[in-house]
């Protein structure tokens, strides 16, 4: 067996070497969670949960919330009797994903025999999402590698990259979502920044068992994550840097140490757990290939399979989601000529010719601080004007609470255009959508609006205020399709409600915007399966679709950290307007667009085949 423990230069607190001593034994532990062809574990576990229900499904939540507290907070819950989640840190150790592993197994046994409860559409789709979610995590587990996100979108082979791991999430989990109204806020602050380097030394006995495995990332994505680590260290020993900006600033006014404390924590524990972390990143990139996919990596192939499966929620294989892909992208390109042609622009591919019009100064926003407020005053508007629109496409609308953000400037580097999500459960977090800003040329003011509609309203905030309102395990559990599809459906809305009815300019960034999604479908499945190096999946988007090397270099270099996760926009959307139009031809003149997509974002975020019996149930209950 390989020695995984980590070499730390600083002697060991008693609570490291107790993790190191669970992480050897849970590494051999971890194969006990294979599950059969069906997802359903093979043996019957001691601990199946004896509840009934909604009960049940409330102390599955729980269950795991226990081992993920910083979901807890994020959704508002760590309060009353769970107050002590907000003191804690998810365990990134082999032995607390063994953990996890090991919950799942058990809460999947204790479902999978419910029957459906006549009547009770809700409950039964509830726990059809438990049964989903967790057979789909288990056959994560079962790899040798990864993070399995387990109702999540996040599932990635590398523990630790550009886009990737504690040193990125903590500091902006800590800044962004962590409370600090009260002086016990702030303790539960000093304690979380306390586990920082535990949960960041857990992590590296992961990557230093991959690496051993030969497990190592493409070399394109190793210098950035390198760099950016580099960067969160300067800035760590900067007095501190946010880590300590963040507590001090927020407990202005209050009488204690908790800004002190915070620069000790950073100075003695963070930084050299940092420090470590970066060694094992420096001793991955002298091995390291540009080979950009998961087939030319151990179980690259069987890991790339299973992520699709997890991104689509289908087993449709990666051959055939290329294809669909082509066809999805010369569709929408037939759309987009019409459009160009009638504003001048008639020479070229459809891809040359938004190329051109990317370089029109009339849609650019101002370089620097200029143009970055122009942006966040552009995306105020766009939110007011579509949240005002919503009760034409549904008959119980939400607050639509969500506030806007610029990306941490670590993570600006390595991250997406944008990307956003639910708050609270009681609303009382706002969503949000984080912007990047790194340059202002990443936007136009033809694309931002879509961009605001898939992010915000009536896109990711919108939908996860739904979600919001069903049982806690609802609003954890997720699926990539459901969620991103539902995403670039609200695009659609608000293209549908007006949007760009006296913008053609703006449609056109709507359009380009699906193409995009269909880009993806034929990128990811070419870099993980057909050999595509990084460039081509670079060159594709700029010649085929027209968009900015500055915006697609970062989302080719996400494709090959989270494999799979890209295909599952597109072919979301493709099945939810597939289920509109098959109510609209079932009802005829009973169908309404209020009625469809209530039923949609009531029935919450689903597997594909549960959202096409919820439908059902629909169209049914439209019939009477």
């Not at 890991?303 to 294809?323: D, G, N």
Request: net charge negative; aromatic share 8%; proline share 6%.
């Amino acid at each position: 067996m390989q020695d995984t423990s980590p070499t730390i230069d600083t002697p060991l607190s008693r609570r490291n070497a107790l993790q190191l001593l669970a992480a050897g034994t849970a590494t051999l532990a971890l194969p006990a969670c294979a599950t059969t062809e069906a997802g359903t574990p093979a043996a019957a576990p001691a601990n199946a949960l004896p509840l009934a229900g909604e009960q049940r499904l409330d102390a599955i939540a729980w269950r795991l919330l226990e081992l993920a507290p910083e979901g807890a907070t994020g959704l508002g819950v760590d309060t009353g009797i769970h107050a002590n989640l907000r003191t804690r840190l998810e365990d990134r150790s082999p032995a607390g994903r063994a953990r996890v592993a090991e919950t799942l197994k058990a809460d999947l046994f204790a479902v999978s025999s419910i029957e459906p409860v006549p009547g009770e559409a809700s409950l039964n789709t509830s726990f059809a999402v438990v049964r989903s979610a967790f057979a789909t995590a288990l056959e994560g587990f079962a790899l040798p590698y990864g993070d399995v996100a387990v109702g999540g979108w996040r599932n990635t082979p590398y523990v630790v990259i550009q886009n990737v791991g504690a040193y990125l999430d903590l500091p902006r989990f800590l800044d962004a979502d962590h409370p600090v109204k009260t002086p016990e806020d702030a303790d539960a602050y000093i304690a979380r920044l306390g586990q920082f380097d535990g949960q960041l030394d857990g992590e590296l006995v992961r990557i230093r068992a991959a690496t051993d495995m030969g497990l190592v990332p493409p070399d394109f994505l190793l210098d950035r994550a390198i760099a950016q680590m580099t960067s969160t260290i300067a800035d760590a020993r900067a007095d501190g840097g946010g880590l300590v900006a963040s507590i001090e600033t927020r407990t202005k006014g209050m009488n204690g140490s908790w800004a002190s404390d915070a620069r000790r924590i950073v100075a003695s524990e963070v930084v050299p757990a940092l420090e470590r972390q970066l060694a094992e990143l420096q001793r991955q990139r002298g091995r390291a290939k540009s080979d950009p996919g998961m087939r030319e990596r151990p179980h690259g192939e069987e890991f790339y399979a299973w992520a699709l499966r997890a991104s689509t929620t289908t087993r449709v294989p990666a051959a055939e989601i290329h294809e669909r892909g082509l066809q999805e992208l010369a569709d929408l390109h037939a759309r987009m000529d019409p459009i160009l042609r009638s504003l001048g622009y008639t020479k070229g591919t459809v891809g040359e010719r938004m190329a051109a019009l990317g370089t029109d100064k009339r849609f650019m926003f101002s370089e620097g601080d200029p143009g970055r407020d122009e942006i966040r005053a552009f995306i105020r508007q766009r939110i007011e004007w579509v949240r005002n629109q919503m009760p034409r496409a549904f008959r119980q609308v939400v607050p639509g609470n969500v506030e806007v953000r610029r990306l941490p400037l670590s993570e600006e580097p390595g991250a997406p255009t944008a990307y956003g999500g639910a708050g609270s459960k009681d609303g009382t977090v706002p969503g949000k959508m984080w912007i990047n800003m790194r340059t202002t040329d990443l936007h136009r003011k033809y694309d931002l609006p879509t961009l605001v509609h898939h992010e915000a309203i009536p896109g990711h905030v919108w939908q996860g205020e739904y979600a919001n309102r069903l049982p806690l395990i609802r609003s954890i559990l997720a699926f990539n399709a459901y969620s991103e599809g539902w995403a670039l459906y609200g695009e659609q809305l608000a293209d549908e409600l007006g949007a760009y009815d006296e913008d053609p300019v703006g449609r056109l960034g709507y359009l380009q915007s699906l193409a995009f999604r269909a880009c993806r479908m034929v990128v990811d499945t070419g870099l993980h399966s057909k050999g595509w190096t990084r460039e081509a999946g670079v060159r594709f988007f700029m010649e085929k679709n027209g968009n900015k090397r500055e915006e697609v270099v970062n989302e080719v270099d996400r494709y090959c950290s989270w494999p799979g996760q890209a295909c599952g926009y597109k072919m979301g959307h493709s099945q939810i307007v597939a289920q509109r139009k098959r109510a609209q031809d079932e009802l005829g003149a009973a169908y309404d667009l209020r009625d469809f997509d209530q039923a949609v974002v009531d029935g919450g975020n689903v597997p594909l085949d549960v959202l096409a019996d919820n439908v059902s149930a629909y169209i049914a209950g439209r019939k009477g």
